[in-house]
């Protein structure tokens, strides 16, 4: 059995802060990690490696230095590491994105393929399905657990706003996987050391199978008009006074909103 | 591509096991805005099984013209019928704007079909505009919330986006308009169906959506205890309100998370929002920002919860609830 993971290094957007003189990002000494969904989907294969001696091929399209969630990668335990990465890939937006990991999935193997459901820096969770469809695989996103009956079927729970559905579908298919799905392991010191050694395969536009007018910023349909740091809305008025006195203000206020 | 020849402004419309979800009624209610500002229509996408009655309903709330394609194919949401379904709607009618409800279903479906489509998907809107070129603007946080982002589709139709339900507003229904009832076959490649629904189950537990509520009285950090939380409830009970939480109570297991305010949690809209007790980090504010009149009450003067509250009181929350809920039973 073969299994490939997407994974993404992102910044750890809960270390962001915002600079409240220029409103612009403070992104320096933010600290970069896997993508949580996406540690989330390397802990289902290495636990089917566990179970099923499935071999495990992580892939993340990024600039160099994504190598480095590749070694991390590396010391959980996969067995084949690829950094995708050219200067054709830049300014892609997510269906651009999906474009080049199709182009890289179809040189490759697979009987599944897990993403995260979505990436904590953009929150689109659009990756995933895009990819699907351009490789022609059945999808189940939303994945909080999978059983394999050792042949080629999975059993997924797939979690939704008011419960769950359980869907079977045959490999080969993509799962994206939620956070709270699998508690991920920790990287043992023997693959921490190991890691180092170990080859991370580059490839660039050359070493896929993609049309090259769906790359990058010319394969985007969408662009950024504009970025800019959430407007704060004007206060109102603001009471520094006794309780009584603040009840007193709150009662008037919903009395003047017809509340009460 | 010819941009011109794509016209009208349709919503997906979601329904489970037969029922309009409540984030479609209130897409309807943007849609609405929004062909009004492009002078075109408003069309709802309605897909599913024994479900062409259920037309009226969205016609009261803002349809000029329902597409209805009732088949047993449709009955549950499973990713490659809907997409079939919704592929070959927009390819018969072109649409220029295409809005999904941003929920499991939404984001299954809308890459799905962006992708097929070739087209661009921008997720989460919280805000959809015309531009005076008369494309759409959708403004949407990145970053977790830190940074927010206006995205175009300036090449590519239909320009698609997801919005998250409670972040616009439906229309009152109105039943007096008359609007048109499209019925549509879809013809299914039925080979492409390859996952299987065994079950679909319904957790127990009550349910309650928060971005429904008029009024919430919402927990944060500085009331997370049990003398707190019984301060709010009862205050609760006498206005009729919602109890809702920040993360960090959510987190500490004192409500239970489908009551999270944030953009981890919900987006709220009431008519009143109190915070109590929260210190309003930006990704609270994000999901409550938009509620029509917030009332913020916390111990610390620089808290960034008074930056988005309509009043602000600094002073010790219980206190000044306790005393509020005998005022209003007395």
């Known amino acids: ?260 | 591509m010819e941009k011109s020849a794509y016209k009208g402004v349709f919503v997906f419309v979601e329904q489970r096991k037969g029922i309009i979800q409540n984030v479609s009624l209130e897409l309807m209610g943007k849609a609405r805005d929004l062909a009004d500002a492009l002078n075109d229509k408003v069309y709802a996408i309605l897909v599913g099984n024994k479900i062409t009655d259920k037309a009226q309903m969205l016609i009261a709330h803002g349809a000029d013209v329902v597409v209805c394609a009732d088949a047993p194919e449709l009955d549950d949401y499973l990713t490659e019928p809907y997409t079939q379904a919704i592929y070959h709607i927009v390819n018969e009618y072109k649409p220029s704007i295409l809005m999904l409800g941003a929920t499991t279903i939404g984001r299954d479906l809308g890459p799905r079909l962006s992708a097929r489509l070739g087209t661009g998907l921008t997720a989460d809107c919280t805000k959809l505009e015309i531009s005076e070129e008369k494309e759409l603007l959708m403004t949407r946080p990145a970053f977790g919330g830190n940074l927010m982002a206006t995205i175009v589709c300036k090449e590519h139709r239909p320009q698609m986006s997801t919005v998250r339900a409670g972040v616009m507003r439906k229309l009152p229904a109105d039943n007096s308009p008359k609007g048109e009832v499209i019925k549509i076959e879809i013809p299914f490649k039925k080979d492409k169906f390859r996952v299987k629904l065994l079950k679909s189950v319904k957790e127990k537990g009550a349910m309650v959506d928060i971005s429904e509520a008029k009024i919430l009285i919402s927990c944060g950090r500085g009331m997370a205890n049990d003398e707190g939380l019984k301060i709010i409830d009862d205050l609760a009970k006498t206005l009729k309100a919602q109890v809702s939480a920040s993360r960090a109570v959510v987190d500490a297991g004192l409500v239970p998370h489908d009551r999270q305010v944030g953009q981890t949690g919900k987006t709220v809209r009431p008519d009143l929002y109190f915070a109590v007790g929260i210190s309003g980090a930006i990704q609270h504010l994000a999901g409550m920002e938009e509620s029509d009149f917030i009332v913020a009450i916390n111990r610390d003067k620089t808290a960034p919860i008074f930056q988005v509250a309509d009043l602000g009181i600094v002073g010790d929350a219980k206190q000044i609830l306790k005393q509020l809920n005998e005022r209003l039973n007395g």
């Not at chain 1, 904590?120 to 399905?129: R, S």
């Not at chain 1, 022609?136 to 059993?155: I, M, N, R």
């Not at chain 1, 049309?211 to 349909?221: Q, T, V």
């Open chain 1, 1 to 260: 059995m073969n299994i490939v993971v997407c994974i993404k290094q992102v910044p750890d957007t809960t270390e962001i802060k915002i600079n409240p003189v220029t409103g612009t990002l403070i992104r320096d000494g933010v600290p970069s990690i896997i993508n949580p969904d996406d540690k989330a989907g390397l802990e289902l294969a290495l636990s089917l490696k566990d179970s099923f001696n499935a071999h495990v091929t992580v892939i993340t399209m990024g600039p160099p230095q994504a190598e480095d969630v590749l070694r991390e990668a590396y010391a959980m335990g996969v067995d084949r590491a690829i950094l995708l990465t050219d200067a054709k890939f830049a300014g892609a937006d997510t269906l651009a994105t999906s474009h080049a990991l199709a182009g890289a999935l179809r040189k490759l193997d697979f009987d599944l393929l897990v993403t995260g459901r979505q990436a904590i820096d953009g929150d689109t969770a659009q990756v995933g399905p895009q990819i699907a469809e351009h490789l022609d695989l059945p999808q189940v996103s939303y994945l909080e657990h999978l059983d394999f009956d050792g042949k080629k079927t999975f059993t997924i729970k797939r979690r939704i706003e008011d419960g769950y559905e359980m869907l079977q579908v045959d490999g080969p298919c993509v799962v994206t996987v939620l956070s709270g799905a699998y508690r991920p392991r920790y990287m043992s010191v023997s693959g921490i050391v190991e890691a180092y050694s170990k080859n991370v395969e580059i490839w660039g536009f050359a070493q896929i199978d993609v049309d090259e007018k769906d790359l990058g910023l010319n394969g985007s349909p969408t662009r950024v008009h504009k970025a800019f740091s959430r407007g704060v809305k004007s206060a109102g008025q603001l009471y520094e006074v006794d309780s009584t006195e603040a009840v007193g203000i709150i009662m008037s206020k919903l009395k003047e909103k017809f509340i009460i």
